[in-house]
């Protein structure tokens, strides 16, 4: 089962290995990053930084979608982790289906805005992140679980 999707632009480190995994209990990360499926050597620098005994697997947004119709996000507790809204988005688009998600980073740059402890958030990612909710899907802003979490209108309302 999907235990928690999140999208963070560090991907796989220290704060979400050492604090969601735990309070997810999750045994298995499933990456879904279409640039990164096509590269074995990143791939194999990624899976280093897992901790023992979490499988991972990285994915494009295509396979995402098979591997979730066949049934394989369902054997684990599945950490399904992105690296952007957009790549989110792209997958839903295609036919991921989810129920809520974790925004956790999304980095810097121009036009960004913090609207949660570090979490920014610019126009383009709010659009598409407000359409995922018309979807049906939740969506919030949370770093760890020390912090807490705010909803998707409180933060698009801080821009």
Not at 103 to 125: E, F, Q, S
Not at 127 to 138: A, C, M, R, S, V
Request: proline share 3%; glycine share 8%; hydrophobic share 40%.
């Amino acid at each position: 089962m999907i235990a928690l999707t999140r999208v963070d632009f560090r991907l796989i480190h220290g704060q979400v290995i050492t604090r969601w995994l735990k309070q997810c209990d999750i045994n298995e990360i499933v990456t879904v990053d279409t640039e990164l499926s096509k590269d074995a050597f990143m791939q194999d620098v990624f899976k280093m930084a897992a901790p023992k005994g979490v499988k991972i697997s990285v994915v494009s947004s295509e396979q995402a979608v098979t591997v979730q119709e066949k049934g394989g996000l369902d054997k684990n507790r599945v950490l399904l982790l992105f690296k952007s809204v957009k790549e989110l988005c792209a997958t839903v688009e295609k036919g991921l289906k989810l129920e809520e998600v974790q925004i956790g980073g999304l980095g810097g740059g121009p036009g960004r805005k913090a609207v949660n402890n570090a979490i920014t958030l610019d126009r383009t990612d709010a659009d598409q992140l407000l359409d995922l909710e018309k979807k049906g899907i939740k969506v919030y802003f949370q770093t760890t679980p020390d912090y807490p979490s705010e909803t998707l209108k409180n933060a698009v309302a801080k821009l």
